[in-house]
């Protein structure tokens, strides 16, 4: 009976012992413990790789795309290939002052489908296209100009020239107004204020307004920059005339004559020198003619000695015969009808005048010392 509970009991001693071990939780974790794989990283560097190739092979495609086979023809590079918008607008300014005037056009307009063009390029072309004729190009360019620069003087004052050409006086004078107002706050290199007087008292001579002719005229010679035009007094003379102050009209005969003969001094040519001298005898005429409607026949005869004296140095006999005939008028012991002044009418615009020829000079020097 002994033997049988202890042969139990050792049973029963092993089976509690077997279940803790089987039912131990510590089991459980260690399956579930997260552990680092090296194929799984390996598979991301693989799809990196990929993509790689895959962008690099599509840029290289897209380069040899855009790059266009090289050509083996000659090309010859001339100089118009070489210059740059500046070289251009310089080129053409040269030949626009030779009196080149196609191609400074051409040129100019390389300059200006470059688009680097600044707004003297299409003042010059503007000028080139005035010269030529081409009227309607010329108010483009300078409309052009005055859109990208709207307090341009120059422009102002070549598109004045233009509008003068046209006779289209009012726009004229509206141009002259602004360049005057435009040089005033901002002075431009090109462009003087005794010019602009000058410019604008020709409008006002042509337009009737004798009284802002002789003011404009008035400004001009009073300016202290620049050289005197002996075209001012003339026309300032013409002013006087209209509103019948002839003495003053003869005074400044008188001034444009003694500038011109010191221009003739130093002309350069003989063709400047010419018509100069020839300016000089019509002044003479002028003068003499109002010397006689003011009665002072001596002074007329003096005036139309000089101009005869002037006519024979030009070799211009056509002039000589008429003057000798007046002179012979004024020498008979009856006193001759009064001679009125011709009304100034508008003209071109006036263009600087060529000087005069050597005998033309001794002429003009002498008449000017006997009046004085």
């Given at each position: 009976?002994?033997?049988?509970?202890?042969?139990?009991?050792?049973?029963?001693?092993?089976?509690?012992?077997?279940?803790?071990?089987?039912?131990?939780?510590?089991?459980?974790?260690?399956?579930?413990?997260?552990?680092?794989?090296?194929?799984?990283?390996?598979?991301?560097?693989?799809?990196?790789?990929?993509?790689?190739?895959?962008?690099?092979?599509?840029?290289?495609?897209?380069?040899?795309?855009?790059?266009?086979?090289?050509?083996?023809?000659?090309?010859?590079?001339?100089?118009?290939?070489?210059?740059?918008?500046?070289?251009?607008?310089?080129?053409?300014?040269?030949?626009?002052?030779?009196?080149?005037?196609?191609?400074?056009?051409?040129?100019?307009?390389?300059?200006?489908?470059?688009?680097?063009?600044?707004?003297?390029?299409?003042?010059?072309?503007?000028?080139?296209?005035?010269?030529?004729?081409?009227?309607?190009?010329?108010?483009?360019?300078?409309?052009?100009?005055?859109?990208?620069?709207?307090?341009?003087?120059?422009?102002?004052?070549?598109?004045?020239?233009?509008?003068?050409?046209?006779?289209?006086?009012?726009?004229?004078?509206?141009?002259?107004?602004?360049?005057?107002?435009?040089?005033?706050?901002?002075?431009?290199?090109?462009?003087?204020?005794?010019?602009l007087y000058a410019k604008r008292g020709q409008l006002n001579l042509w337009m009737k307004n004798w009284q802002g002719a002789v003011a404009d005229y008035?400004?001009?010679?009073?300016?202290?920059?620049?050289?005197?035009?002996?075209?001012?007094?003339?026309?300032?003379?013409?002013?006087?005339?209209?509103?019948?102050?002839?003495?003053?009209?003869?005074?400044?005969?008188?001034?444009?004559?003694?500038?011109?003969?010191?221009?003739?001094?130093?002309?350069?040519?003989?063709?400047?020198?010419?018509?100069?001298?020839?300016?000089?005898?019509?002044?003479?005429?002028?003068?003499?003619?109002?010397?006689?409607?003011?009665?002072?026949?001596?002074?007329?005869?003096?005036?139309?000695?000089?101009?005869?004296?002037?006519?024979?140095?030009?070799?211009?006999?056509?002039?000589?015969?008429?003057?000798?005939?007046?002179?012979?008028?004024?020498?008979?012991?009856?006193?001759?009808?009064?001679?009125?002044?011709?009304?100034?009418?508008?003209?071109?615009?006036?263009?600087?005048?060529?000087?005069?020829?050597?005998v033309a000079e001794v002429a003009v020097t002498e008449t000017v010392t006997e009046n004085n």
């Amino acid at each position: 009976m002994k033997k049988t509970s202890v042969k139990k009991s050792a049973n029963k001693k092993n089976r509690v012992t077997v279940r803790p071990v089987a039912s131990k939780p510590t089991v459980k974790q260690n399956k579930s413990k997260p552990c680092f794989n090296p194929w799984s990283l390996s598979i991301y560097v693989y799809w990196f790789i990929i993509l790689f190739f895959i962008a690099a092979t599509f840029y290289i495609l897209g380069r040899a795309h855009n790059i266009q086979p090289a050509t083996t023809t000659n090309v010859e590079i001339t100089e118009e290939a070489l210059l740059q918008s500046g070289d251009y607008y310089d080129s053409g300014k040269t030949k626009l002052l030779a009196g080149e005037l196609d191609a400074a056009i051409v040129d100019l307009t390389a300059a200006i489908d470059s688009g680097a063009a600044s707004v003297d390029t299409y003042i010059l072309r503007g000028e080139a296209y005035m010269q030529s004729g081409n009227y309607r190009s010329s108010m483009a360019d300078f409309n052009a100009a005055l859109a990208k620069d709207p307090a341009n003087a120059v422009a102002y004052y070549d598109r004045s020239l233009l509008n003068t050409r046209l006779e289209d006086y009012g726009d004229a004078m509206n141009d002259i107004n602004n360049a005057l107002a435009a040089n005033t706050s901002n002075p431009s290199p090109v462009l003087q204020m005794r010019d602009l007087y000058a410019k604008r008292g020709q409008l006002n001579l042509w337009m009737k307004n004798w009284q802002g002719a002789v003011a404009d005229y008035t400004n001009s010679l009073a300016r202290p920059e620049g050289t005197v035009n002996p075209t001012v007094y003339a026309e300032r003379a013409e002013a006087y005339t209209a509103l019948g102050n002839y003495g003053e009209a003869i005074n400044d005969y008188a001034s444009a004559i003694r500038v011109i003969s010191e221009q003739i001094q130093g002309a350069p040519s003989m063709d400047e020198r010419e018509s100069l001298s020839s300016r000089a005898m019509s002044y003479f005429e002028k003068s003499a003619a109002l010397n006689l409607n003011l009665g002072n026949i001596d002074a007329a005869r003096t005036d139309l000695e000089s101009a005869y004296t002037i006519g024979v140095a030009l070799n211009d006999s056509e002039t000589v015969t008429r003057l000798q005939g007046l002179i012979t008028e004024l020498n008979q012991p009856t006193e001759p009808a009064p001679v009125a002044p011709v009304e100034p009418t508008p003209e071109p615009v006036a263009q600087p005048e060529p000087a005069q020829a050597p005998v033309a000079e001794v002429a003009v020097t002498e008449t000017v010392t006997e009046n004085n």
